[in-house]
């Protein structure tokens, strides 16, 4: 919620659909986005449109706090290779090697 408006769209409407993702009842959270005039072409709050035309769109997960976690592990976590050893290793040399890693996050 916090860096949801830097998708687009006013911060006063995401504020508006943050309060009425978190209210416990549908009536109440109807309500707040009816107050701001809000259009939901679905009947849900996953896509919203404000009276300029903006696009909100919400993923699933923000619509509630997730039931099926845990705060405390269900088991030890497996060590994996790159965590037992400080440098990668060449088994068919016996030397270390250096290896550069490249993420993509997109």
């Not at 009425?20 to 009947?43: F, N, Y």
């Not at 997730?66 to 030397?95: C, I, K, L, W, Y």
Request: aromatic residues 8%; charged residues 25%.
């Amino acid at each position: 919620w916090d860096t949801a408006p830097t998708y687009s769209g006013r911060q006063e409407v995401w504020d508006c659909l943050k309060a009425a993702c978190e209210m416990e009842d549908d009536a109440s959270a109807r309500a707040i986005v009816e107050a701001m005039g809000l259009r939901l072409p679905d009947g849900n709050l996953l896509t919203v449109y404000d009276d300029r035309g903006a696009r909100y769109g919400i993923p699933h997960f923000c619509m509630s706090y997730p039931r099926n976690v845990s705060a405390t592990p269900m088991h030890e976590p497996v060590p994996s290779a790159a965590s037992q050893a400080s440098r990668p290793f060449d088994e068919t040399s016996g030397e270390a090697v250096a290896v550069k890693i490249r993420t993509s996050l997109g």
